[in-house]
């Protein structure tokens, strides 16, 4: 069984659409993140929750807006797509947010997203 | 502002050798530190963790330092094979357990 699951794996659409990723953990985390991986691979993160509250909201325009309908999901839509946005995003899950084994994060496949 | 640098982009050694990937941060306090494995098309995997007030941590091949006073980790993989190749990633863990990324090392490694 995939521990963290993304959909779709890729996503090609242009400007000013909207469109949606799906992410899903069995692992019984209670906290979920979405990170950006540009095309130099750096790695940064976008938002985390913690029990479907937001946790980190990094510095990303409004038109992305997380939502998370339970500690098991963690959906990203994003309006009005723009070309910059093309890239990898990956979704991750993690035990919570303090003590040790607590920041271990576990991965998805990723959602190579292009904008033309 | 906060900053994390791998050593280099790449790094190409032979089998068997060891290889050693660097870790240098500035502006950060991080309360642990964490390396990860991605390979080509997948998410990062995570390897090994290492707290602030801990010097070094060993699993199998891998062996990782760190070291607060010069703001660095090093992590060793040694009798490296060609399996090992892959990109590895450094992190750095604040408060709320939010970690920052390097923009990691692409390691080769030659039969």
């Known amino acids: 069984d995939t521990a963290v699951s993304q959909t779709p794996k890729y996503l090609v659409t242009q400007m000013g659409n909207d469109k949606s990723i799906k992410c899903e953990q069995n692992?019984?985390?209670?906290?979920m993140y979405w990170y950006k991986q540009d095309s130099k691979k750096f790695l940064k993160i976008m938002f985390s929750?913690?029990?479907?509250?937001?946790?980190i909201n990094e510095t990303v325009p409004n038109r992305f807006s997380p939502k998370s309908p339970d500690k098991a999901h963690l959906n990203l839509h994003i309006n009005s797509l723009e070309l910059g946005d093309s890239a990898v995003y990956f979704c991750?899950?993690?035990?919570?947010?303090?003590?040790?084994?607590?920041?271990?994060?576990?991965f998805g496949p990723g959602t190579r997203l292009t904008v033309t | 502002s906060q900053k994390i640098e791998q050593n280099s982009e790449a790094l190409n050694i032979q089998e068997g050798k060891t290889a050693t990937l660097t870790c240098n941060y500035t502006?950060?306090?991080?309360?642990?530190l964490q390396w990860y494995r991605q390979d080509p098309g997948r998410g990062p995997v995570f390897l090994l963790l290492?707290?602030?007030?801990?010097k070094e941590k060993r699993k199998e091949r891998l062996k990782v330092t760190f070291d607060t006073t010069l703001k660095q980790s090093l992590f060793h993989i040694t009798a490296s094979q060609p399996a090992d190749s892959a990109t590895y990633l450094c992190?750095?863990?604040?408060?709320?357990?939010?970690?920052?990324f390097g923009d990691g090392t692409t390691l080769t490694v030659k039969p």
């Open positions: 290492i707290r602030e007030n801990e």
């Open positions: 991750a899950s993690s035990q919570g947010l303090a003590g040790e084994n607590s920041y271990e994060q576990y």
């Open positions: 502006n950060y306090s991080p309360a642990y």
């Open positions: 692992l019984g985390h209670d906290t």
């Open positions: 992190a750095l863990v604040g408060n709320a357990g939010k970690s920052t």
């Open positions: 929750y913690n029990n479907k509250e937001l946790i």
